[in-house]
């Protein structure tokens, strides 16, 4: 993942990753591919932006009070610069939401007062949701194998970035979130640790675990989880894409169903983005990898390709992505790379070009313009940022307000719609996706996601 709305040339949070720009994984990492409270009842709550003395003994906060970053002298040789600065002491903290000023509030907080929220929960143990903060709390877990650009750099380094995604959680969606390293690779390992911390959280955010492995841990915490669990480096990329996709078809009076679209990547976003263009009903959509189009023909497919491959292209294309461009009408690259200006040259009048390798688009886009309708990319200072942070915290947040037990496709393409509505009557062809600061996003796509759980028979409440 990368912590999504940092200027690019900030390289601890955006990185060097492909995909989003900000969440997919590089070629070499993922297997050439890619790449306001709302309803805390609890007693604690997470804030971000402050380090205090405690932890952080040379008395230089990282953050003051408005969260500017604050110099401080090197450590262990590291610069001096801005970003350490602000990281040190790390960017989060555990905040008490009920006062304790004296011995009755104490009594109330803690024991004795505590006992009977305790004796109340194991008598009904759905009381939890309403009486700790799990309703409102999101485990964002990693084994730290495909971090930003870094790739396998293990679970301690990925620590900067998993609290930079909690505090996005908090900041734009009101959800409370802990990062939650795990010292393991073992698909097995993984599933049985996050399933016996289950009872502490109300939804479990996957992070930077290497594909194909993150595929499996996926599918199977969902089917021993009765709670949201969610791989944003798959589904947030793809929901966001939708929906810039979406606003590009209305902008040019085109639908889905006219397009043929060419996915550079079959990692965790090219999949997750190919199978939401297929429930959204795209025309036709084609995947490549290194070694080419993904088709069924090919023998050197593993199961998720092969899975990939009976859904996508059922134009029966072979050969190289640049073979696959000539007269598709949409490119979508989560992959890194360089495609040739001549491919794109190549594809069919008015198409859309989304570059979304970050820091380098796989496309540059003066040369995208040239002859592309619409061109987005993963980086903010470029128009139209394929940014998931559009996307988790409202989907997240949808979820936890109706006690979700799954975030269903329909709930993906609820948040796709409800994402493109927010900027659907400013579109122009640098403006087909809302800004990440855009303070429509969060609620919209929180409301749409809630409507979508009840109507599917998943929300609780």
Known sequence: MAAEIINPSTTLETGTRSGTGTEADTAGQQEGDHTGNTGNTGTTALTGGTAHPATNPTGNPAAGAGGDAVRGPALDGFPVDPVFALHRGGKMEVAATVPVRDADDLSLAYTPGVAEVCTAIAEQ????????????????????????????????????????????????????????????????????TVVRLAPSFGGVNLEDISAPRCFEIEKRLKERLDIPVFHDDQHGTA????????????????????????????????????????????????????????????????????????????????????????????????SGGTVPEQAVAAMAPGSFVFAMANP???????????????????????????????????????ALQVRASAITEGMKLAAAGALAAVVAGELSADKVIPSPFDPRVAPAVTAAVAAAARAEGVARR
């Open 125 to 192: 143990p759905e009381l939890v949701h309403d009486y700790t903060w799990t309703s409102n709390l999101v485990a964002v877990v990693t084994d730290g194998t495909a971090v930003l650009g870094l790739g396998d750099i293990g679970p301690r380094a990925s620590l900067p970035v998993m609290e930079g995604k909690a505090i996005l959680f908090k900041q734009f969606g009101g959800v409370d979130a802990v990062p939650v390293a795990l010292d393991c690779t073992d698909v097995d390992e993984i599933v049985e």
């Open 239 to 334: 929901v966001v894409t939708l929906a810039a996709l979406r606003n590009a078809c209305a902008l040019t009076g085109r639908s889905l169903g006219d397009l043929r679209a060419v996915i550079s990547g079959a990692g965790a976003a090219g999949v997750a983005i190919a199978r939401i263009l297929v429930e959204a009903g795209i025309g036709d959509v084609a995947v490549t990898d290194r070694k080419g189009v993904v088709h069924g023909s090919r023998e050197d497919l593993n199961p998720v390709k092969r899975d990939l491959a009976a859904y996508t292209n059922t134009a029966g294309l072979a050969g190289s992505l640049e073979s696959a461009l000539a007269g598709a009408d949409v490119f979508i690259g989560v």
């Open 360 to 398: 380098t688009p796989e496309v540059h886009p003066d040369v995208a313009r040239k002859y592309a309708a619409v061109v987005a990319t993963g980086r903010s200072d470029f128009p139209n940022q394929i940014n998931n942070v559009l996307a988790f915290p409202g989907i997240f947040a949808g």
